[in-house]
Every structure is written in structure tokens, then in C-alpha cells.
């Protein structure tokens, strides 16, 4: 279960400031806020500032994720 | 023949000594030449001020003055400038600062003021409608910057100093309001000319050539800022403390005196957090619709809160991740008169001279204790606090520790943390007033704040830098805030998120296009012969305001001669390229010892920029270059 804190938009659409969702990279995470809390959550997330532990993402499809991992989605 | 409509910016000097005022005329050619601003104020400064006079004393020169744009109500514009010789660097000093002060030196009949020599005792400088007079001070000496603001009419432009001006604190700051012209220690040049305020108030308007235009213009531009993700949502919603977890999260936020780029505790100290804490409501400078001013409640009263400068430098830089005592440490040092970078810096620099038992100014690295009692000692120069006063370098000189001495050529470096932005780390050494973000171009911006081009390579950050230096520099010059230079990023690109294959394909344009940015200035100002508001939307603003013929091409050329003139003030006062340097801890030691190139690799940047630049490889200018920026100075190095 990645640690999940959203920002900005993102708080809104999901309706919360924190998560805690099960996923073993960040398409799978970006998938399951899609299913969770729809669409336009998902394209927010995807054009949101990523950091997992702290460190800048560029290439989420190459992203894996641990049972704690801390994912922020900031807006840029 | 002079332009039919062209007004003439109006200069007084004021002799402190003999307490006289008189008008100092600006001729046609300067004025088309240097604008305004800091452009025209290092220009006066390199005419006025005599070569290699000491910063502190009566001969040094303090030019404050505005620009075509000041006041004029245009988006972002009550901005007005400090020229004067730096007391940290002895090279040039440019302070800008927002706060009503420059409106008001406009409102009463003067774009810009010319102080020399010293007063007799304690003064300050009283501007009304046209009328200058130098008023004993003496009742005011002592007071904070706050109080004496407070012995004035409310709606008057004030320009003050706090204790640590008096005390002649290197890194002293002037105070308008509550904003701040922090760098390079301007307090301390007002408070060694014993000048405690200068207040000014007017009815005049201010000149605006077509004023129609001006304000259609105008109110595209305000559109403009506004539907930007940054200057539109992000800086009002978090302020400029927004940029921290991007800094974080590239390990360019300064931790530990630099010797590190990320901070573990940097989710407690971020804009976000801010905002979800302390932040009573949002607030910015006259005329301003980003509004990125901060409100926070700091000892039961409402205050300016923190910017991102000062969160980096006196939280994560000398790790402390207490969001209120931030807060308070930035009040204290607005009230007091410093420079909040200079001071965490300064702070940073004692706690790890403390770590390496080089020497005790009982401060420590995570520790709160003795900071408050230390920043009091330093504004009042009793104590330890005498010493801290002198800031990084002459403590280096003193007590050892050059190679963690983060500085350039004496000015503290902000908060960005180079050997992961290492156009950054160009920007701070080729800064001319030192390490400066701004003056060095800010590439932070592309490498780690907004966009993510290759923050490690040197490929392309000496044509990169070059074009930001001019650049910001011609948009203070026309007295817009520097932050509306953020709007010059394509919005619908930021919108798009760093990770997505678009923004990554612009990081690596923005590199392989490095062949044409570094040729663009032998064919300025003619390569450019238009204004268009998505490109660079300050130049027609200009152009509408002052009535002179200036299109984006003139604008760049405007910043790039600005550029010029204060690099030729630095080789007079005995800088030389030398001093395009940084300490070795950013040059030599690996930010992450895995990664050899976690450096700044100035050695192979600095040529290339020296190129671009179009000066020689002692760094100084091409009598070429000088002949096409129509700068008409031999100073025969
Ligand atoms: S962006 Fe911020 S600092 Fe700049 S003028 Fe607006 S409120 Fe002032």
C-alpha cells in the first residue's frame, strides 16, 4: 500500500488531502485513482508534479512502487 | 532632433554633506540608452562614484530610482531600483524592491535620486511635491523599520533602515512597507551616510506616452498572467515557497550549508504547507494581480510571511522544520533591516564552522536555540553578533573553511543548490553583483523548478544563461517584477505535468537549439523586429509607456547592455574573471559521491559563455561588443 498525499486539483476531484492505495508502479497507481475517483482525477494526477520519496519523477512508466513508498501529486 | 513626445526621466542629487539639492539632468542619449532602473542606475554609478571607493563611506554613491513603468498601474509594475557599490562584493549592487516607495518618488516629481557624501547626523530625506529637504533623524535612530514607518503618513512612500543599518551590517537591507530590497547590504550604505528614511509624496501621474494603447495592452496582459498555471494559480494560491518541493524533489533545495540537496523534513516546510498551516490569506505589492505576498500571524500580529528564499535558507539550509519559527526568523529580520538569504547563509556558514570545530558562535546545525537571540545580536552589532554582521567571506578569511564558504564573490548564494542545476551554478559565478539567482538568469527555473531540461549537462547552459541574464535583466529595467518572467514559459506546456513526453521533448529542444541561442546577439537588436504579447510581452508595454520605437530585439539588447555596463563597473573596481567562481564544495565535491557529475563543471562552462557574451577570455568585454551595445567606456583593463 503506497502513502499517497494529493495536492491542489487533485484534492478535490479525489476528496481527500491523503490516500493509502495498493500498486506496484505508477501506471497501476494512475489506473486505480481513474477508478476511484474518475477520469478527469486520473489526467490531473498525470499532469501533476510527481514525487515518489521526495525525488522528481519524469518517466512514469518506468516507476515502481514499494508497500511504502510516499507518493505526492503536486500541481505544477 | 529629439522624439517630439520623448519626456526625460527627472534626477535630483542630493549632497548629504552640505545638504543641498540640486537636479541632475539625463540627457536624451542616456536616457534611450539605459531606460532606467538598474540599467541607468549603474550607469550613473559608474560616472558618479569614484573607482575603488570604499562602500562605506561618503563617497559612495546611492542611486534610487525608478522606471518607465513605475506606478503606471500596469500588471506587476510598482517596482523601483537601489544602485549603489556592494558592500559585500566591493563589485556593482542592484537592489529591487516593491513596495510603494518608487510610486510615491514618481507621485513627487522625481524618477530618481542621486545621494553623496554624508550627513552631519542622523537625517532623513523629506521629497514633496518637488521639494527635497534633509530633516534631523536623530529622535528615529534606534528604531525598528516598522516604527519608524509608523512616525509617517500612512500613505506616504517610505524607504527606511532598521538597527542592523545603523550598525552597518554587511548584508543590511532598505525597507518599504513591508517589502525589501535585501541584497548587497544597501542598509548599511544608508546607515553609513546616516540616512534612517527617505520619504516622498506627490500628486503627479505618472507619464504614459499612449495611454489607450497602454491600457488595452494592459488588460491583455493581466489576462495573460492569470491564465497562467504559475503567475495564475500556483503563486497565489502557495507563494513563491510553492517551488520548494520541486527544488526538493531534484535535490537543488540547500541543505546543511549546501552539502546536501535534499531535505527529509521538507514536506513540513513547503508552500502547500504553508497554506495548510499558518497562511491567514494571500496579499502582493501595488498593481499586482499574482499577488504571491504570503500573510501569516507572527507574535499575535498579521505579517509578511516567508518567501521561497527564505524558507530554503533559514529552514532546510540550516535544518530547521519549524514552519512558525521561520516565520518569526523573517520577520525579525524585515524588522531589524537584513537580508534574510545573506543571514541563512551567514548562520549555515557558523554552524558548520561549529560542526568542524573551527569556531563557536553557538549555533548548531537543527538546533532553534540561540538563533532568535543571535539574529538580535547581529542587527544590534553586540557580541558574537559583530562578526556574523561581516557575513560568509570575511568569516572564511578569518576562521578557515573557504572550501564551504557558499558565496560568490562575497554575496551569499540564494536558495538553490547548484550541482544539480548547473546553469544555476554558471548564473551564481557570472552574477554580477554575486551570487545572485537573478542576476545569474535563473536557470533553475528550466532545470528544476518549472521545466526539467538536463539539470547535470553543461551542454547548452552557457547559450541558456546568457539569454536569461538579458533577459531578466530587461524586464526589471522596464520596472516589471521579475516573477511576471515566469509567464514567458508557455502555460499550456506547464500544464501538461514534467513527465509528460511533450515537456520532455522541449527539455532536449531547448539544449539542441543551443547553436542558434548563442549566435542570436550579433544580429540584435535587428533579428527581432516586432513585439508579440506571448513571446515576450514586456517590450510593447515599454514601447506604449515611453513612446521610443521598442521591439523585442531592442528590449534583449536593453538587458544585454545593462549586462555589459555592470561587468565593466566590476573589472574598474578590480574584479576579474577570477571571481566568476564558486567554493570548491559546489566545483569539486560530488553532491552525490555515486555520481561524479553531481558537480558544477565551471571550467567548462565559463568559456563558452565568455564566447556568447562576446568578451575575451579573461572575461572581459570585446571593444566589438561594446561598439554594438553603443557603450562608449575604455576602461583599459
Ligand atoms: S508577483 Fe509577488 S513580488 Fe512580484 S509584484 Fe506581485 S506580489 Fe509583488
Same mark, same amino acid.
Given at each position: 500500500m503506497a502513502n499517497i498525499k494529493y495536492f491542489g486539483k487533485l484534492r478535490t476531484l479525489c476528496g481527500k488531502n491523503e490516500d493509502r492505495i495498493a500498486a506496484n508502479n505508477l501506471t497501476e497507481l494512475l489506473r486505480a485513482i481513474q477508478k476511484l475517483y474518475g477520469k478527469e482525477a486520473k489526467k490531473a494526477a498525470k499532469a501533476a508534479l510527481i514525487t515518489v520519496d521526495g525525488d522528481k519523477i519524469l518517466s512514469i512508466r518506468k516507476t515502481a512502487l514499494s508497500d511504502d513508498s510516499k507518493v505526492s501529486f503536486y500541481p505544477v | 532632433m529629439g522624439h517630439p513626445k520623448l519626456r526625460l526621466p527627472k534626477y535630483a542629487i542630493i549632497d548629504l554633506t552640505s545638504g543641498t539639492a540640486a537636479d541632475y539632468p539625463i540627457s536624451e542619449e542616456l536616457y534611450k540608452k539605459y531606460i532606467g532602473g538598474k540599467s541607468l542606475g549603474s550607469r550613473l554609478l559608474f560616472d558618479l562614484a569614484p573607482p575603488? #571607493?570604499?562602500?562605506?563611506?561618503?563617497d559612495n554613491v546611492l542611486i534610487v530610482n525608478t522606471s %518607465?513603468?513605475?506606478?503606471?498601474?500596469?500588471? $506587476?509594475?510598482?517596482r523601483f531600483n537601489l544602485s549603489f +557599490? !556592494? #558592500?559585500? =562584493?566591493g563589485g556593482i549592487a542592484t537592489s529591487n524592491c516593491g513596495g510603494t516607495f518608487g510610486i510615491m518618488l514618481k507621485a513627487a516629481g522625481y524618477d530618481g535620486i542621486i545621494l553623496k557624501g554624508k550627513a552631519e547626523r542622523p537625517s532623513y530625506i523629506e521629497i514633496v511635491d518637488g521639494a527635497i529637504s534633509l530633516k534631523n533623524a536623530e529622535h528615529l535612530w534606534g528604531m525598528n523599520t516598522e516604527e519608524v514607518q509608523e512616525q509617517?503618513? %500612512?500613505h506616504w512612500g517610505k524607504l527606511v533602515i532598521g538597527p542592523a543599518g545603523e550598525n552597518l551590517v554587511r548584508y543590511a537591507s532598505a525597507v518599504s512597507g513591508e517589502r525589501v530590497a535585501g541584497r548587497c547590504g544597501a542598509g548599511a550604505v544608508m546607515g553609513s551616510k546616516k540616512i534612517k528614511a527617505i520619504i516622498a509624496f506627490g500628486t503627479k501621474k505618472p507619464y504614459i506616452y499612449d495611454k489607450e494603447k497602454f491600457d488595452q495592452y494592459n488588460k491583455k496582459y493581466i489576462r495573460l498572467l492569470r491564465d497562467h498555471?504559475? =503567475?495564475?494559480?500556483a503563486l497565489p494560491k502557495y507563494? $513563491?515557497?510553492?517551488f520548494l518541493k520541486n527544488t526538493n524533489a531534484s535535490h537543488s533545495l540547500p541543505t546543511k550549508n549546501f552539502k546536501m540537496? +535534499?531535505?527529509?523534513?521538507a514536506e513540513m516546510i513547503t508552500g502547500e504547507a504553508l497554506a495548510d498551516t499558518s497562511l491567514t490569506r494571500n496579499s502582493g505589492c501595488v498593481?499586482?494581480? /499574482?499577488?504571491c505576498e504570503r500573510r501569516v500571524m507572527v507574535y499575535g500580529k498579521e505579517v509578511k510571511g516567508p518567501e521561497y528564499e527564505t524558507v530554503g535558507l533559514l529552514g532546510a539550509n540550516i535544518l530547521n522544520n519549524d514552519l512558525d519559527l521561520i516565520s518569526e526568523l523573517n520577520y525579525l529580520a524585515d524588522i531589524y533591516g537584513m537580508d534574510s538569504i545573506s543571514l541563512g547563509g551567514t548562520l549555515a556558514f557558523a554552524m558548520e564552522l561549529k560542526e568542524k570545530n573551527?569556531?563557536?558562535?553557538?549555533l548548531n546545525f @537543527? $538546533?532553534?536555540? @540561540?538563533i532568535i537571540e543571535t539574529i538580535d545580536a547581529i542587527a544590534h552589532g553586540v557580541g558574537t553578533g559583530k562578526e556574523l554582521g561581516q557575513g560568509t567571506k570575511v568569516l572564511a578569511e578569518k576562521y578557515g573553511g573557504d572550501d564551504f564558504a557558499i558565496h560568490a564573490k562575497g554575496l551569499e548564494l540564494a $536558495?538553490? &543548490?547548484?550541482?544539480?542545476s548547473v546553469g544555476m551554478g554558471l548564473g551564481y559565478a557570472t552574477s554580477n553583483r554575486g551570487g545572485c539567482h537573478l542576476n545569474g538568469g535563473y536557470l533553475a527555473l528550466v532545470e528544476t523548478v518549472m521545466l526539467s531540461v538536463?539539470?547535470? =549537462?553543461?551542454?547548452g547552459k552557457a547559450e541558456l544563461t546568457v539569454l536569461f541574464q538579458n533577459m531578466i535583466e530587461a524586464i526589471s529595467v522596464a520596472g516589471y517584477?521579475?516573477?511576471?518572467? /515566469?509567464? #514567458?514559459?508557455p502555460g499550456p506546456l506547464l500544464k501538461l505535468?514534467?513527465?509528460?513526453p511533450v515537456s520532455r521533448f522541449v527539455n532536449k529542444i531547448l539544449i539542441g537549439v543551443r547553436f542558434i541561442l548563442g549566435s542570436l546577439w550579433k544580429f540584435?537588436? +535587428?533579428?527581432?523586429p516586432f513585439n508579440m504579447l506571448y513571446l515576450l510581452p514586456h517590450s510593447e508595454s515599454l514601447k506604449l509607456v515611453t @513612446?521610443?520605437? /521598442?521591439t523585442s530585439g531592442k528590449f534583449l539588447q536593453i538587458g544585454e547592455r545593462c549586462f555589459n555596463i555592470e561587468r565593466l563597473f566590476n573589472l574598474r573596481e @578590480?574584479?576579474?574573471? &577570477?571571481?566568476d567562481d564558486l567554493s570548491a564544495r559546489l566545483?569539486?565535491?560530488?553532491?552525490?559521491?555515486?555520481? %561524479?557529475? =553531481? /558537480? #558544477?563543471?565551471l571550467d567548462k562552462m565559463l568559456p563558452k559563455y565568455y564566447k556568447v557574451r562576446g568578451w575575451?577570455? !579573461?572575461?572581459v568585454p570585446k571593444k566589438k561588443k561594446l561598439r554594438q551595445l553603443g557603450i562608449d567606456i575604455d576602461i583599459n583593463i
Open positions: - | 575603488r #571607493v570604499d562602500p562605506l563611506s561618503a %518607465p513603468m513605475t506606478g503606471t498601474g500596469a500588471a $506587476s509594475t510598482s +557599490k !556592494n #558592500v559585500l =562584493t509617517f503618513e %500612512p498555471p504559475v =503567475t495564475g494559480e507563494g $513563491s515557497a510553492y540537496g +535534499k531535505y527529509e523534513d498593481s499586482c494581480p /499574482i499577488r573551527l569556531a563557536d558562535f553557538g @537543527g $538546533s532553534k536555540e @540561540g $536558495s538553490y &543548490e547548484p550541482r544539480t538536463d539539470a547535470q =549537462t553543461p551542454k517584477c521579475l516573477f511576471t518572467a /515566469i509567464a #514567458v514559459l505535468g514534467p513527465a509528460h540584435m537588436p +535587428k533579428l527581432l @513612446g521610443m520605437p /521598442i @578590480g574584479l576579474t574573471a &577570477e571571481d566545483t569539486k565535491t560530488p553532491q552525490d559521491l555515486d555520481r %561524479p557529475d =553531481t /558537480i #558544477v563543471p575575451d577570455e !579573461n572575461g
